[in-house]
């Protein structure tokens, strides 16, 4: 076993690093600034042209996107480091193209598909979402009603989709939606590419999240769709959709380490510094234990991220391994920012630090692409032998 990323990987790593430090860091104060104004936390256009300039002159866009689109074709493997340090500043940013959606077409998309959409989306021209999640089916999927029917050459899809991100920017979205219901997630199930401007479309409202973020409500009322929509093969979505789910938990769980990370580091910084009754912080049990366990989740959670994206690239089975990680990531994550913000103390608490909006982010990913709880039931039904 080799526990040491390729030279080459942990040379992306660092660059990335710099990046975040040189570029994303800078602008938090601006971030936090529009945030506490009720603006939410976002990059302005301008920010966001200079820093899709940055990335890439600097290489960093299609890292994992295959080379015939003009992608790097890195693993997995090479992505955890990427996203850990990216998810050390709260500056939202995502490398162009987000790689869920990226892979779950990559797995799926025919050839003139590719041409039309994976091609531009794989170099940053085109910015994508996508609809599982219903107003009355969230954590389960199988339960969705969004329902697309055969008519002529084509389809028609009726349903609504909620808590959709980009749904609003987005140049097209991906929606799962039921073509035959009796036999629901087992072969029922099928994706589609609506693009923006497809009659029957819409963007109801937009939705304020905690942590600045925002997400969507979207409805099809009899929007036709061309059979050439038809993303992959028909009642075949749910594995695809798997993918992309297992891609960004693996993700958040990433993010979650460097979010962690950053956090323990705010701990270790400020605890020499401050004294309460005649010690520094630091010298007080409570605090030590805090950065002792802290950088003991820290150590487990990343060779845990780095083995599940390992057999992830070998081609084998990781949804049990890809549970555990989402819920370790986020529940150390969650864990480790508020021990930050308590050894803060009132500062924690304020709008002008960090740490509330890490603690935010952290909490949404809690929810967003399965609640902890729903992973616990996957692993123990694995463990215990029971139906899938």
């Excluded at 041409?115 to 389960?140: F, H, K, M, N, V």
């Excluded at 093969?233 to 958040?252: C, D, V, W, Y």
């Amino acid at each position: 076993m080799d526990f040491d990323l390729s030279e080459e990987h942990r040379m992306l790593k660092d660059l990335v690093a710099r990046f975040v430090r040189d570029e994303l860091m800078p602008l938090e104060s601006k971030v936090l600034a529009r945030d506490a104004a009720g603006e939410g936390a976002h990059l302005s256009a301008e920010e966001k042209v200079h820093i899709d300039k940055v990335t890439k002159e600097l290489g960093l866009w299609g890292l994992d996107a295959p080379e015939d689109v003009g992608g790097s074709d890195l693993p997995t493997v090479a992505m955890i480091g990427v996203n850990e340090e990216l998810g050390r500043t709260i500056t939202p940013y995502v490398l162009p193209p987000d790689s869920p959606n990226l892979r779950m077409l990559m797995a799926t998309v025919n050839d003139e598909q590719r041409e039309q959409y994976l091609a531009p989306y794989a170099r940053g021209e085109t910015i994508s979402a996508i609809g599982i999640s219903e107003p009355g089916a969230g954590a389960d999927p199988a339960s969705m009603t969004t329902r697309a029917v055969r008519e002529g050459n084509g389809w028609v899809l009726n349903g609504r989709k909620i808590w959709t991100s980009r749904a609003a920017e987005a140049d097209f979205t991906i929606v799962m939606a039921v073509t035959d219901k009796e036999k629901g997630a087992r072969g029922g199930i099928s994706a589609f590419l609506v693009d923006r401007d497809t009659p029957g479309f819409k963007v109801l409202r937009r939705i304020p999240m905690i942590g600045g973020a925002f997400t969507y409500e979207v409805v099809f009322e009899d929007c036709r769709l061309p059979a050439s929509k038809l993303l992959g093969k028909e009642g075949q979505g749910f594995a695809p959709m798997q993918i992309r789910l297992s891609t960004r938990r693996l993700e958040m769980a990433s993010w979650c380490i460097g979010i962690s990370q950053r956090a323990l580091e705010m701990i270790c910084e400020y605890a020499p510094q401050r004294s309460t009754f005649g010690q520094p912080l630091a010298a007080r049990q409570a605090i030590q234990w805090w950065v002792a366990d802290a950088a003991m989740r820290i150590k487990a959670c990343r060779l845990m991220a780095y083995e599940t994206a390992w057999k992830l690239d070998q081609g084998r089975d990781v949804r049990t391994d890809v549970s555990m990680i989402k819920v370790m990531g986020t529940e150390m994550a969650w864990e480790i920012v508020d021990h930050a913000m308590q050894v803060f103390g009132a500062m924690g608490m304020t709008k002008e630090m960090p740490l509330h909006l890490m603690a935010s982010q952290v909490r949404n990913m809690r929810i967003y692409d399965g609640p902890s709880e729903v992973h616990r039931w996957v692993i123990a039904r694995e463990l215990l032998g029971l139906k899938r």
